[in-house]
């Protein structure tokens, strides 16, 4: 039995969820407290409604479970492996392959941070190589010129001496 303003402050946060709850009360599942196995059925039942709308039904799930003092359903486990194969988010190419399967557990809003900022460090990366390769190229040329250059002026001044 739960106390009757959590009952109140559910229901208040129930009309703040309706697709989860409709969902909920279409297959005789209980909106809160809410089962993870439930959440991500719902996700995978749901698919059609889009990566952006299901995750936002997914923050309200969480909101109302965690103002009332209970479990996250949405944290990992089934829910995050629902909403990650429906999201399509890839894991970092550079972590090690037993990471990249953990990866898919995460939160959908924290595998979409890694996976941008990991591009970004990708990017600066290889810009950072290519300028090294440019700048050592230049350095090649110069050598190259200043050799040149030092042979000739050799050979100008044994010109000149005989």
Not at 81 to 110: N, T
Request: hydrophobic share 45%; glycine share 4%.
């Amino acid at each position: 039995m739960t106390h009757p303003l959590l009952n109140a402050l559910a229901q208040a946060r129930r009309r703040d969820a309706p697709v989860f709850v409709r969902w909920c009360e279409l297959n005789n599942v209980a909106p809160c407290p809410a089962m993870p196995s439930s959440v991500a059925r719902f996700v995978a039942e749901c698919a059609s409604l889009g990566r952006d709308r299901l995750w936002s039904a997914l923050q309200e799930i969480s909101r109302m479970h965690t103002l009332l003092g209970l479990a996250d359903p949405t944290l990992g486990g089934p829910a995050a492996d629902a909403i990650s194969a429906i999201a399509g988010v890839a894991p970092p190419r550079s972590w090690p392959r037993e990471f990249k399967q953990r990866f898919r557990a995460l939160p959908y809003d924290i595998q979409v941070y890694l996976a941008a900022h990991e591009t970004r460090r990708e990017r600066a990366l290889r810009r950072a190589q290519n300028e090294a390769a440019s700048a050592s190229r230049k350095l090649a040329a110069l050598e190259t010129q200043l050799k040149d250059g030092a042979t000739h002026g050799d050979e100008a001044t044994a010109r000149d001496e005989a």
